[in-house]
């Protein structure tokens, strides 16, 4: 069973090896946050929908940047996947799957990043036609460690780490084989966006645009 955007999943991952994940309270915020990062060099941005200024964000953003992919985190049901679409979202991720969730993912318009912890979840996940995953929550989940053991009998998947994830464990991640890119918000930490430091976010920005998958 295929999946239609599974090329189109994979060419997003590969944009940048870092998708920044960015937690937006308002206009102002969500504009500032991505134009540091855009700056830094990274050019798929996930706007977790967490917050009641993450949709207008996307749809804002969508529109003041349409060279740069802007999607939607944190999408968990069928009803939060047609609004990220309805904001103008050009890919979405999640946690994890459900069935209901999953029968929608593969009707969407967009890339969709579906998350897996477990290999019999990224199984599945790869019998309904999906080959690029997210692996959250990826610290707790087992790390670098667990996921090298995936590329054995798994060879043919691709996942992007997300949740725990710094500097340092990006690069562990991105010297896996089975790994495109990874999730993080280092670069858009609370207490660099409470200081309103967006020099220390492009500066961090770019310093993981710098960083090499190994694939």
Not at 54 to 66: G, Q, T, V
Not at 85 to 106: I, N
Not at 109 to 127: C, K, N, Q, R, Y
Not at 188 to 194: D, N, R, T
Request: proline share 8%; net charge neutral.
């Amino acid at each position: 069973m295929s999946y239609e955007h599974a090329d189109a999943t994979l060419a997003l991952m590969k944009l940048a090896p870092v998708i920044p994940v960015m937690q937006v309270m308002d206009a102002a915020d969500a504009l500032a946050q991505a134009r540091a990062v855009i700056s830094g060099g990274l050019l798929a941005l996930e706007i977790t929908l967490r917050t009641p200024a993450a949709l207008p964000a996307i749809e804002m953003l969508s529109r003041a940047f349409p060279e740069v992919e802007i999607g939607a985190g944190t999408v968990t049901t069928p009803e939060l996947m047609e609004a990220a679409l309805d904001a103008g979202a050009s890919f979405l991720v999640s946690p994890g799957m459900t069935r209901r969730l999953l029968k929608a993912a593969r009707k969407s318009p967009v890339p969709f990043l579906p998350g897996a912890a477990t290999a019999s979840e990224a199984m599945a996940l790869a019998e309904r036609g999906f080959r690029c995953m997210k692996f959250f929550p990826a610290e707790p989940a087992g790390g670098a460690k667990y996921l090298a053991s995936l590329a054995g009998p798994l060879p043919d998947l691709v996942f992007c780490p997300t949740g725990g994830v710094d500097p340092e464990k990006a690069r562990a991640y991105l010297a896996l084989k089975n790994v495109a890119c990874v999730g993080g918000s280092w670069m858009v930490a609370p207490k660099l966006i409470a200081a309103r430091d967006y020099e220390s976010v492009e500066r961090l920005s770019r310093e993981a645009a710098a960083l090499r998958p190994a694939g």
